[in-house]
């Protein structure tokens, strides 16, 4: 079965500061990988997504980065965080049918 | 513009009775429904999903339904036990090709208690 893997839980990071999520998957190879954020009160956002090594897809202009440096590796990244940055970052593996597999989130709080 | 909206925050049920969970979208485009669920400190867990061409799909206590003409969908559990009290997110995408079957958009969930 599939699993994903995704630190730190949660992270106290500064206004400025830069920031670095990693993702890796387990039992399976070359799989279409995503990026979500939940913010307050809101649903899931999806952010990036990536179909292979070195191929990154952004869905909304942002603060934020991704990249895939392996096939079973993900990482979101910032240079210099903002307050609006703050929120639940999960990290899936979907398969075809929308039946994905997520990570237990990254609880980040931007002060 | 939310696309997809659960527009009740909560709802409580009792042991063994029905939970409905409803979820409202706008966008036509969209042709696969899904519903997670999600404790506490855990990533979301697929839970059921319904295919546009259809209008009903069950799993054993839990029953999605479809509404295309109303674009609205609703998850019946049945019976409600207490560790079904998580939170509830419906999703949908448009396209089952390519990479669009990941790209979902998500509701702002629905938390669910069921008490003894």
């Known amino acids: 079965s599939q699993t994903i893997h995704q630190w730190p839980a949660t992270l106290v990071q500064p206004v400025g500061s830069p920031l670095s999520l990693e993702c890796t998957v387990e039992?399976?190879?070359?799989?279409?990988l995503y990026w979500y954020r939940q913010a307050a009160g809101r649903g899931l956002q999806l952010l990036f997504y990536?179909?292979?090594?070195?191929?990154i897809s952004s869905e909304v202009p942002q603060n934020l980065s991704a990249s895939r440096p392996q096939d079973r590796q993900f990482i979101l990244s910032s240079k210099k965080l903002l307050l609006s940055d703050s929120g639940f970052y999960l990290c899936?593996?979907?398969?075809?049918?929308?039946?994905?597999?997520f990570g237990s989130g990254t609880r980040l709080t931007v002060v | 513009d939310q696309q997809v909206k659960q527009n009740s925050p909560s709802l409580s049920v009792q042991e063994g009775r029905i939970s409905i969970l409803n979820c409202d979208y706008t966008n036509s485009m969209f042709d696969y429904f899904l519903w997670y669920k999600k404790y506490p400190a855990e990533g979301p867990t697929f839970l059921i999903s319904?295919?546009?061409?259809?209008d009903k799909n069950e799993d054993g206590r839990f029953t999605v339904f479809l509404n295309k003409s109303a674009k609205h969908l609703s998850l019946h559990i049945v019976p409600s036990q207490p560790g079904d009290s998580a939170v509830y997110f419906c999703?949908?995408?448009?396209?089952?090709?390519?990479?669009?079957?990941?790209?979902?958009?998500f509701g702002q969930g629905t938390i669910l208690t069921v008490h003894p």
């Open positions: 990536s179909v292979g090594i070195g191929q």
């Open positions: 899936a593996w979907i398969s075809v049918g929308g039946m994905g597999t």
């Open positions: 319904i295919s546009s061409i259809k």
């Open positions: 039992g399976t190879s070359n799989p279409n």
């Open positions: 999703a949908a995408s448009a396209g089952a090709g390519g990479t669009s079957y990941g790209k979902l958009t």
